[in-house]
């Protein structure tokens, strides 16, 4: 689940993203809370007025809390909906150690990664040149929201399914990255599956 809040630019509404999708969505409203579904599944809400429910410091991606869900999930409630947010709010950018790379069967380009997080083993497909296994590298997991605003999702591809990202410097966002394309390295001293960004 992410959050989005822009008070200046778009207004006091908390966009709640439990479910990224593509249109068309059907909307109920009950006062401040606008239910958004699609095919009878919740996807998200919009929170109007949300500074009186609970207090959003900053804009763009706001990392959620236990105090906001909790918040939220009451306002949800009292406005009449039965339905309650259940957020993950493990770290969405880790440490990765790439044990395995195959070649991926039907493209040249991009290979297979086995990848341990520290409490899971992701399958991931990377099309970096400077992908190799024995690395130390930076995850995006299910559920990151990258610098660009693009959400991390479950994916196929080219049949092959992948669930997470290996992220560049660039992709990040961060200082002096530089430009050629390749995934970023860590150092030893990282650990496998701590908090890339706290």
Not at 61 to 85: C, W
Not at 138 to 147: S, Y
Not at 159 to 188: F, H, T
């Amino acid at each position: 689940m992410n959050l989005f809040y822009n008070k200046e630019k778009v207004g006091d509404v908390a966009f709640l993203q439990i479910d990224p999708q593509e249109g068309p969505f059907n909307y109920e409203t009950k006062g401040d809370i606008v239910q958004i579904t699609k095919n009878d599944d919740v996807v998200g809400y919009n929170i109007f007025n949300a500074s009186n429910i609970v207090n959003i410091e900053g804009n763009g991606h706001i990392k959620l809390t236990d105090e906001i869900v909790n918040n939220f999930n009451q306002a949800i409630k009292n406005a009449g909906f039965n339905d309650e947010l259940d957020a993950d709010l493990s770290p969405k950018f880790v440490v990765g150690y790439v044990a395995t790379k195959d070649k991926h069967p039907d493209a040249d380009k991009l290979s297979v990664l086995s990848v341990d997080v520290g409490n899971d083993k992701l399958q991931i497909v990377c099309g970096a040149p400077n992908v190799e296994a024995g690395q130390k590298v930076v995850i995006a997991k299910v559920g990151a929201v990258m610098p660009s605003g693009m959400v991390i999702k479950d994916a196929e591809l080219r049949g092959v399914a992948s669930s997470g990202m290996v992220c560049s410097m660039k992709e990040l966002n961060l200082p002096n990255a530089p430009q050629e394309k390749g995934i970023m390295v860590l150092s030893d001293e990282y650990e496998v599956g701590q908090p890339f960004f706290e």
